[in-house]
């Protein structure tokens, strides 16, 4: 913390090589539009990454409601992937705890990773994964699920067939956190 200021939260930006800025300044590409439940256009861009993030992210697709790729002052959701496969079960746990380590436990009140998600990750090849809630301060909020305008959310999740996803849903609630 500064002699002045409030210090930025820990957050997913804070274990990753990239800064949160540089998320606008991807070459993405439209992969695909559609309309959602709600009869409202969705669009989904994907972008290579400059370099492989979390030794596992390759990819990302940014999710938004608003067609162009000037995305900075627009709500979306954004999703780290990997063309990695399969992904190793080595893996899913050090990342795992490395969430963990830096978020505290999730909203299931799970710290590190457990032997029953090894059992399921081995058996079934998936993973339910974790999720974390945060409230616009960037505070982890345990398992209270908060819809305050600023407040974001972290999963993470391995499926066989679709691979591993690190997702952050309102990204760009927690990018204005970081860069205001």
């Known amino acids: 913390m500064g ?3 409030k210090s930025k939260p820990k957050t997913l930006f804070s274990l990753l090589k990239m ?3 540089e998320v606008f300044t991807l070459n993405y590409e439209l992969v695909k539009e559609e309309k959602n439940q709600q009869e409202k256009m969705v669009y989904t861009y994907s972008a290579k990454l400059k370099q492989i993030e979390l030794n596992i992210f390759d990819n990302i697709e940014l999710i938004s409601w608003t067609p162009g790729t000037s995305f900075k002052d627009q709500p979306f959701n954004l999703f780290f992937k990997s063309s990695m496969k399969p992904i190793q079960l080595k893996d899913i746990e050090s990342l795992c705890n490395t969430l963990y380590s830096t978020f505290g436990k999730d909203s299931s009140e799970l710290g590190k990773f457990e032997g029953f998600e090894k059992t399921a990750f081995m058996e079934f090849g998936n993973w339910v994964g974790r999720t974390w809630y945060f409230d616009k301060t960037g505070k982890n909020t345990g398992g209270e699920i908060v819809r ?3 407040a974001f959310d972290i999963m993470v999740s391995y499926d066989a067939s679709e691979g ?3 997702t952050i849903l309102q990204c760009d609630q927690l990018i204005k956190l970081l860069t205001d």
């Open 3 to 5: 002699l002045f200021g």
């Open 19 to 21: 800064k949160p800025e």
């Open 148 to 150: 305050e305008l600023g």
């Open 164 to 166: 591993i996803d690190l």
